[in-house]
């Protein structure tokens, strides 16, 4: 017989996903909490946390994080907007991941497809800009 998860244990201990615990209990979070104030459009921010949570779901994320992918080139955005920074779960929007490698992911949509490069421009290598995770941005 299987044992009944405990009710009191902390969320933080709950794996998920296939992630390390703290991410797990970020993304749920995430999930969960309304849009920023600064976002003006909120369906453009509910189609970052659907994607952010495909990743997730999807396995993915757990794939990009064991090719040593980081979680803030996954669910990472620029501390003002994602001008500065955008990870994998910003850039989607909406689109289809088809390949994910130790350098890039590729993802169809209506343009076709199109290529993310970890690290490219505006994917955190600016040395002025360091990128804040999703669950972070505009608390």
């Known amino acids: 017989m299987m044992a009944q998860p405990d009710p009191e244990a902390p969320v933080e201990a709950v794996e998920a996903f296939g992630l ?4 797990s209990a970020d993304l749920r979070r995430l999930e969960r909490l309304p849009a ?7 369906e453009n921010w509910r189609e970052v946390v659907a ?12 794939s990009a994080l064991a ?6 080139d996954l669910f990472g955005v620029g501390s003002r907007d994602s001008w500065d920074c ?3 779960a910003v850039w989607l929007r909406g689109r289809s991941l088809l390949l994910i490698d130790e350098h890039r992911a590729v ?3 209506g343009a076709g497809r ?26």
């Open 107 to 109: 993802a169809e949509g």
């Open 36 to 42: 920023p104030r600064a976002i003006q459009r909120v």
């Open 20 to 23: 390390p615990a703290h991410l």
């Open 86 to 88: 955008e990870g994998l």
């Open 114 to 139: 199109e290529a993310f490069v970890r690290g490219g421009m505006g994917h955190g290598t600016h040395p002025t800009v360091t990128p804040i995770m999703l669950w972070e941005f505009g608390r």
């Open 67 to 72: 090719l040593g992918w980081t979680a803030a």
């Open 51 to 62: 994607d952010a949570m495909r990743l997730a779901r999807g396995g993915w994320a757990a």
